[in-house]
């Protein structure tokens, strides 16, 4: 039962909820940094599934692990242990350095985990009443009723009715706000490393370990969203590693299964008890099969060293954006990010939009973030060819903006 292009998209446009702003091609397959549609044509993906195809696409150390584990086992549900994640929560909370982790389906069910851990940790503690969550103006977490409370951006919310109740934002980056609003109901504080959708917006010098230290202060968990960060992204495994500013909690997901759905709540011993048997769950997470492609993943950046690979790869992008800011003063506007989570912030008038159709016509895909940013998230097995491929497609959509701008004026 083959269909066409042409079926397929009336079928898919007839029958899925508009959630989603989908151009006319549909995607049937991928190869390392490269993906085709059903018409045959070829695109060079920078963008990684927004920075989830860590192994890039059909890589043989995940199609060998999750043949092998869908012929074998595929879930079974929490009641029991299931092989592959006995093995990789030990591999993952050693590689992340924390103690012990919760598996989900999402980075959202992480977060949301984040929200109900740090809650009981301290109801467990008798003090009930130490609710308040703090989060950051512009930041994202997640789409859930309390993911998305705590994503400080009302566009987000609105039309959901109140947001959860107890939560705050402050300006991100600013510690003097954090400081203020930080008090005895404080239950934790929640932050990116870098704001990802926000716009790639890298937290200052200190930010992190200032948060650290007032957390600790006030007796309020830390949380890092290292959704998007995390897996190696930033050239470390998580861009906590940089720093060595460890958190209470951690929420890992996207990149970790290689593009299988799963995320993981990672936490230290000394919250080890705040989730006591039947407190949480998932019916899915940490099944078999999403165990086994991410123990793939872990072992294949592991052995093909790429942490270190995305921080140079990472190195190279961020040069050849801050290149385009000097080329195209009129349109760009500042290159930043770390490792291969790269942003190219645009004039705000540019039509960002137009600028990835630009480069989809090219035959790249990138994504943007915040309102203006034009963000890098490819797969961590990206070469530099591909690379400046990809940056060269973008210097001449940049290039026919600036003459049009230049014909304008
Ligand atoms: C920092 C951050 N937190 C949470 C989420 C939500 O993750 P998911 O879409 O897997 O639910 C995202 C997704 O983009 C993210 O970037």
């Not at 003097?176 to 239950?187: K, W």
């Not at 950046?301 to 003063?329: Q, T, W």
């Amino acid at each position: 039962m083959a269909k066409n292009t042409e079926e397929l998209l009336a079928g898919a446009k007839k029958h899925l909820l508009k959630t989603y702003r989908q151009p006319d091609f549909v995607l049937a397959r991928g190869e390392g940094c490269r993906l085709w549609d059903t018409d045959g044509r070829q695109y060079l993906d920078l963008y990684g599934g927004i920075a989830v195809s860590a192994l890039g696409h059909a890589h043989p150390a995940l199609v060998a692990a999750v043949a092998a584990q869908a012929a074998k086992l595929v879930h079974t549900a929490n009641y029991f242990y299931n092989e592959p994640n006995a093995q990789l929560a030990s591999r993952l909370c050693e590689m992340a350095k924390m103690d012990r982790v919760f598996f989900t389906n999402s980075g959202t069910e992480a977060v949301e985990g984040a929200i109900k851990l740090s809650r009981r940790f301290h109801f467990a503690r008798g003090d009930a009443q130490r609710l308040g969550l703090v989060a950051t103006l512009n930041a994202f977490h997640g789409r859930s009723m309390g993911a998305v409370s705590l994503t400080g951006q009302p566009k987000y919310w609105e039309g959901f009715g109140a947001p959860i109740a107890d939560v705050s934002h402050v300006a991100y980056g600013d510690f003097a706000a954090m400081e203020r609003r930080l008090n005895d109901r404080t239950a934790a504080v929640f932050v990116e490393p870098i704001q990802g959708e926000g716009g790639v917006l890298p937290a200052p010098p200190g930010y992190l370990a200032g948060l650290r230290a007032l957390c600790d202060r006030v007796g309020a968990l830390l949380v890092f969203d290292e959704i998007q960060t995390g897996i190696a992204r930033t050239g470390a495994f998580m861009a906590w590693h940089h720093e060595g500013v460890q958190p209470d909690l951690l929420c890992s997901a996207k990149g970790i299964a290689g593009g299988v759905p799963m995320g993981a709540l990672l936490t230290t011993e000394k919250f080890a008890d705040a989730l006591p048997v039947g407190a949480h769950g998932t019916t899915f997470g940490g099944n078999a099969l999403a165990s086994a492609a991410a123990l793939a993943v872990l072992e294949t950046i592991e052995r093909d060293g790429l942490i270190a690979h995305a921080k140079a790869r990472g190195e190279h992008l961020l040069a050849s954006l801050a290149k385009l800011v000097a080329k195209h003063p009129t349109v760009a506007v500042a290159a930043r990010g770390r490792g291969l989570l790269c942003g190219l912030e645009l004039e705000k008038s540019v039509d960002v939009r137009g600028v990835l159709d630009g480069l989809r016509a090219r035959g790249v895909l990138v994504s943007s973030a915040g309102t203006s940013v034009i963000r890098f998230a490819p797969p961590l097995i990206v070469s530099d060819g591909e690379l400046d491929e990809g940056v060269a497609a973008l210097d001449a959509v940049l290039a026919d903006l600036s003459t049009k701008l230049e014909v304008k004026s």
